[in-house]
Every structure is written in structure tokens, then in C-alpha cells.
């Protein structure tokens, strides 16, 4: 049977907004079905042994964040932390990409796809991704919300995604760093893409978007993980790329909310996405059964994995690239929310996976603690992960998510400590990196000893326990964890070379203070005394 792809069902608005004019090729919001044929039709994928989807993105498997850009423009120019990350271009440069990519995309094959960001409907963003890649169009159709019939009759975006991935800019003409470019204009409420194929940008450009909505209606927006417990109460889970986010958040046992953005209002938290984007690099059934079985379901789209001789992913393969992902929508998940919303949560777990092998596996932190480390974002990347790194680098991402974050991080940092004294919330530290030493000594924390401190915390079983505070970061340490070895819990003990790790530790130590010196004149006194004491 051929499937009529002219008759598919479109919201009220249509392409004419963008300067498309020639839009007879436009298919609207096709199906998940539907979306795998025309990526195979076109070439953009291939099929695992499992009929899953497989995608290559070419040069780019990763973002680009040195080619993204906001438009410099009157509405916004006071509100953003301008600088490396946010950096600033101007409205021509936008306005001349803009009409070279419509030129472009005009006449060809698109796939428009209406969604909603945002799990609460009170604080939604209806969200339009159109693009000439398939592949996007079922990658959005994953990681937002789908409307339902009724609700798609009456789409109107309010934010769009217009995705050129095989268009390149020519930097001396267009005004850009290369020939790849995410420009985000907040007047036109329009992000512009082109020359990556990466759908990373796609989504990482509307959270964006929607951490610098949200904190304007007193909402917190963050870049975690959250679950949830069958009493109801709500863990959220902070932390940058391979810290354990998400493999942490899918606890059999527990209710995902949601894998990596979330917002926190007045009602409780919600997730902003529909779906999961998780890592696969050493994926094992043993380790993440949950995330595993999802790479075993038509319907999940598998990025730059390595296929053996019989189509089958193989995880330890890194040949294209550490960042191999998955996209699924997160009902794969068996204990998936349906709601994608929670209550306000009792626990906030900061993540970090400390290289050094230097803080402690678990602490409470006091709320002027919780600032001081949701502003300096720390974890470390290891030897071996990027060209040129030899040894850990401490890595500082304020917010844990800089790169998402429009505003001052200190916006974010004091909304969020107005909503954890508000409700009382715990606020712990947990680091999933070394211990014994570090990268190249110790050995990774143990992915079950990790796992049962964090079932202490989240059950309560730690709010009355003995603490013992370290002396360098002056972080409470519990002095016992059922069916944790207590010499795990404190780092040097850990170390046979004990005065090493005072070395190691006043290192990182000072790399704190250095790091933090930018956000100094903003910061209180009792964030600044938070600090470590060297």
C-alpha cells in the first residue's frame, strides 16, 4: 500500500513565516513508520540486525559550540552572560543566512514535525522542527512531546528549529567562525542550522531556549535526571556528559521522570523533553538493562555505532567517536513516568566523576555548598578521551550545562537555592570517578557502591547519620553506609601514598578557587567562604 504523504495532518500555521514559499514538498508530521522509510529511502540510515535505525553524522559527532551564536538584539542584550559561550552575532548576519538557507531549502523535500518542550502544560513551548534530514524529523518525534490529534489541529509554533544539515556557510562572506553555524534569534524565534548533520543541536537549541524562558517565570530550569520513588518522593540528578546522569536516574526499582532536562515550579519539577538521549560507548545488557533493551526496539535511532558483520551495534567500538548515542522515547523505558511530572524534590544529587580521585564517593552539602558547586559545575576528563589529553583536566561547567545556559549562572544558582530551602531539600555530592588514586592509579568507583549510597540518601537513611567533615573541601562525609566498606568513604584512605593525595587534593583545590575567581563579584560572601580552604 503507498502511504499518501500529501495528506498528513498540519497545525493551523504554515512555512510561509520562515520565507519558504515553495513548500508543495513539505511532509507534515509523519509517523514513526513512515520516517524510517524515508530515511533509508534517502540514504541518511541503515538498519541493525534488530531493525533499529543507524545513523552516521558525518564529520560532526558531536556539537559545535564555537559555531554557536545569538543574535545580539535590544530584547535580550542585558539579560545574557555574554561571552565564549554565548557569543554574540549580529542581525545581518542572521538575516543573510536566513535567506540563504530558505533559497536553499526552498522547493526540496522537508519533514515538518509540531511538538510540544515542556511536560506542564502551564509553562509549554510549542516547538516546529523542520529539516531536509528524515532523520531529524523522527529524532525530534523521540526526544519532545507528541501532541495528540486535537492538540496538533491547533499547533502554533512559538519556537522554530530550520535545519539546512548539508548547506555549508562561507565564513569570509557569511560572517561565521567555519561553515557550520547555530545561530538562535529570540525576536524571530527562530534557530538556524546548517552544516551538521548532528540532531544534538537540535535539541540542545531548545533547551536552551527554554532555560532562558523559564527562570523568567520563576521556574528553574535544569539540566538533570530525575525519578521518582513509589512514596512519591523526587531526586533530581545534576551532572555533565559521562558523571552517571542517566544511568543513575534508571533505577528499575524507581519511576523515571525524565533523563536530562527538567524545570521546577511552584507545582514541582517536570520534564521538558519526551524521550531519552543516552550514551552507548561500552553499553552492556549487565550493566544498563534498561538502556540496552531500548537499543534492541525499531524506533530508537542508534548515532555513529560501529555494526559488525552481521549488523549487530557493537558498544565498545569508539572508531567514529566516544559520543555514540541512542534516541528513544522514553515509555521504552519500562518504569517510565506517563506524566513526566513530579513533585518538589527531597533529594538534589550533584554528579561529578572526579579524575583525581580526590572527594569523597558521597556528601551532604550545606545550601551555601550547593551553590558554590552548582556554580563551579566540576568533573574531569581522562586521558585517552580527546586528542592531546594526557592526564586528568579539571573540567568547570557552570550549572552543570554552561553551554545551554543564556543567563548569569548565578541566576540559575540562587533560583535553585530558593526552591531547595523553600522545601527543605537534601543537597548531596556524590562522585562516580576514582578512587585509590587517580586516573591511572585507583580504579573507577564501583557502579554498586555508587548505587547503594544513593539508595541510603534517597530513602532517608542518611538525614541522621554521623558525619565527618573533610578538612581541604570542607564537605560533611557520613561515617557509615550499609553495605559500603567505610574505608570507600573517605578518599585518602583509600590512597597508600597519603601524602600524594594531600598533594593531589590541594591541586584541585586550587583549581577551584582559580576557576571561581569570575563569578566572585556576584557571588555572596557565604557562597565565596563555601569554597575550599587552602
Known sequence: MKIDYKNQPKSKKGLDYLGLKNTDNALWNLNPSELYEQALNNGEAKLTDKMVLLVQTGKFTGRSPK??????????????????INQPISQQVFDNLHKKVVDYLDGKKLYVKDLFAGADPDYRLNVRVVSEAAYH???????????TDEELKEHEPEFTVLAAPNFKADPEIDGTRSSTFILCNFEKKIILIGGTLYSGEVKKGIFAVMNYLLPKKNVMAMHCS???DDDGNTAVFFGLSGTGKTTLSADASKTLIGDDEHGWSEDGIFNIEGGCYAKTIHLSPDNEPEIYQT???????????????????DFDDDSLTQNTRCAYPIDYIPNASETGRGGHPKNVIFLTADAFGVLPPISKLTPEQAMYHFISGYTAKVAGTERGVTEPQA?????????????????????LAEKIRKHKSNVWLVNTGWTGGMYGVGKRMKLAHTR????????????????????????????????????????????????????????????????FKKFSEQASKEILEAGPNI
Open 226 to 228: 530525575a525519578n521518582m
Open 452 to 515: 547503594k549510597m544513593l539508595d541510603e540518601a534517597l530513602a532517608g537513611n542518611l538525614d541522621d547519620a554521623e558525619f565527618i567533615t573533610e578538612p581541604i573541601f570542607g564537605l560533611n562525609i557520613p561515617k557509615a553506609v550499609d553495605g559500603v566498606p567505610d574505608k570507600v568513604l573517605q578518599p585518602k584512605l583509600t590512597w597508600s601514598d597519603k601524602e600524594a593525595y594531600d598533594k593531589k587534593a590541594a591541586q584541585l583545590a586550587t583549581m577551584f578557587k582559580e576557576n
Open 395 to 415: 573540567t568547570f561547567s557552570a550549572c552543570f550545562g554552561a553551554p545551554f545556559m543564556p543567563l548569569h549562572p548565578t541566576v540559575y544558582a540562587e533560583l
Open 137 to 147: 524529523g523522527l529524532f525530534a518525534h523521540n526526544m519532545f512531546i507528541n501532541p
Open 295 to 313: 537499543t534492541q526496539m525499531p524506533g530508537t535511532i542508534l548515532e555513529n555505532v560501529v555494526l559488525d558483520n552481521k549488523r549487530v551495534p
Open 67 to 84: 559555531d554557536k551564536f545569538l543574535v545580539d538584539q535590544p530584547s535580550i542584550k542585558d539579560d545574557i552572560d555574554w561571552g565564549p
